[in-house]
């Protein structure tokens, strides 16, 4: 029972998981800066720590993704980009790293690029002065070689762990079920009659 379910979970998920279309990430990074970038000051390396979480929030919004889709003259939507972009924030830095995710490898690096670079504008648009926040790509995409989904092995990994306790849970509850008298002694003592005989189980076979 217990090989049996594994071997169902584990032959369905792996299945299922060859059939996906396989994912690819790109991803940039986005130094934030104030007039010429890093900064120096422990108390404005703070303030622009702060600044940088705000500007995280404002990259996966429709300005910066209606951008990207004219520029690029994309098919989908402002929703669709905005759908399978990434945005982090990087602790205790002025970094944000961002990342989108296609079927085509060459098309999820130009668009992580242009989201970059749309954003940077973005950012020197509403601080256009010389001591205004800045958001620069410091490290451009470059196009993925691997997929990031699906992991067969990872995903099969997990069926057989997930079927194991499936079918452990399965096994103990039929046993639990199971009420057949299973020897003379146990039917002697459920029964309360002794056992006159045991009828033994043999094989027959059929002449032609």
Do not use: H
């Not at 792996?14 to 000051?41: C, F, N, R, W």
């Not at 997929?147 to 079927?163: D, E, Q």
């Amino acid at each position: 029972m217990i090989l049996l379910v594994i071997g169902i979970c584990a032959g369905t998920t792996l299945g299922l998981s060859l059939q996906q279309t396989p994912m690819y990430q790109a991803s940039i990074k986005v130094l934030v800066g104030q007039g010429q970038g890093i900064a120096e000051d422990p108390s404005q390396a703070t303030n622009l720590q702060l600044v940088t979480v705000t500007l995280g929030e404002a990259v996966a919004t429709y300005p910066v993704a209606q951008s990207v889709v004219r520029d690029l003259d994309l098919k989908s939507s402002a929703s669709d980009l905005i759908a399978n972009m990434n945005v982090d924030v990087v602790p205790q830095t002025q970094f944000i790293e961002i990342s989108y995710t296609d079927a085509d490898p060459q098309r999820a690096q130009r668009i992580a690029n242009a989201i970059g670079d749309e954003f940077s504008k973005k950012v020197a648009g509403v601080s256009p002065n010389v001591s205004g926040i800045t958001a620069t790509v410091w490290e451009p995409a470059v196009m993925p070689q691997s997929p990031i989904s699906p992991n067969p092995v990872r995903n099969t990994l997990i069926a057989v762990v997930l079927g194991s306790l499936l079918g452990m849970g399965l096994a103990f509850l039929l046993e639990y079920r199971d009420d057949s008298w299973r020897s003379p002694e146990e039917a002697e003592r459920i029964s309360g009659i002794p056992t006159i005989g045991v009828i033994p189980q043999f094989a027959t076979t059929r002449g032609r």
